[in-house]
């Protein structure tokens, strides 16, 4: 157990939802990373906050949107999904430096767009 | 760009033997490496990590070799067990305070009983 906690597990839905996606670190952990897992493809960095604030940005669509909470929880927002946004969603955190540190990682939810 | 890839993407291993799976990286700026595993349906674990002020990491039965030289990586398993079939991506991180981790594609490692 990675101390890293996601829910929900699994998330089924229609093309066109808006659904969220939530994240708690590991207690002390200040960052937090979100990914994304399409089959047969290695993690995708979305985006990084760091105590509150963005503080790197990948490969995330402008329909998808991210927020941390001042007790550090995350939520990933995915709106107007489409079919190919069916994929593992992977949330990480870190110590208190911005991005050298461990990352670990919560066991994801699952997404299925139908 | 930068970019961490693996040389091999599917590894079998006989039960008992000693795997290697390998990776290269093209970001000679990168620092710190880190080496994950991911069983079926479950988040990437942490293995090994090794900074790049080292050649060598030991943790239990599993040894990392960075070569700067030639921008490689490798993970070593001793005595390979069918717990440890799964897929292994290496990770590197340029330090920068801004900069996340910058996965490769993964090795599948199936261990043969």
């Known amino acids: 157990d990675s101390g890293v906690t996601q829910t929900p597990k699994h998330l089924i839905t229609a093309t066109g939802q808006r659904v969220t996606l939530r994240c708690s670190p590991r207690?002390?952990?200040?960052?937090v990373y979100w990914y994304q897992q399409s089959l047969d493809q290695g993690l995708q960095f979305l985006i990084q906050?760091?105590?509150?604030?963005?503080?790197a940005k990948g490969n995330i669509l402008e329909r998808f949107s991210a927020q941390q909470f001042p007790d550090l929880h995350s939520e990933l927002n995915l709106s107007s999904l489409e079919l190919g946004d069916s994929a593992l969603y992977f949330c990480?955190?870190?110590?208190?430096?911005?991005?050298?540190?461990?990352?670990?990682f919560g066991p994801g939810t699952r997404l299925l767009v139908l | 760009g930068e970019s961490v890839g693996l040389h091999l993407p599917t590894l079998s291993v006989q039960e008992g033997d000693n795997s290697i799976i390998n990776c290269a990286y093209s970001?000679?700026?990168?620092?710190?490496f880190i080496w994950y595993k991911q069983e079926s349906g479950k988040g990437p674990q942490f293995i090994i990590d090794?900074?790049?002020?080292?050649d060598k990491r030991q943790g239990q039965r599993v040894t990392v070799l960075l070569n700067k030289t030639v921008k490689h990586l490798s993970l070593q398993i001793a005595a390979t067990q069918p717990g440890d079939s799964a897929v292994y991506f290496c990770?590197?991180?340029?330090?920068?305070?801004?900069?996340?981790?910058?996965f490769g594609k993964g090795t599948r490692l199936s261990v043969i009983a």
């Open positions: 990480a955190s870190s110590g208190k430096g911005g991005g050298r540190e461990t990352q670990y």
């Open positions: 207690s002390g952990d200040l960052s």
């Open positions: 906050y760091y105590n509150g604030e963005e503080r």
């Open positions: 970001n000679s700026a990168s620092d710190y």
């Open positions: 090794i900074r790049s002020n080292m």
């Open positions: 990770a590197e991180n340029v330090y920068s305070g801004n900069t996340p981790l910058v």
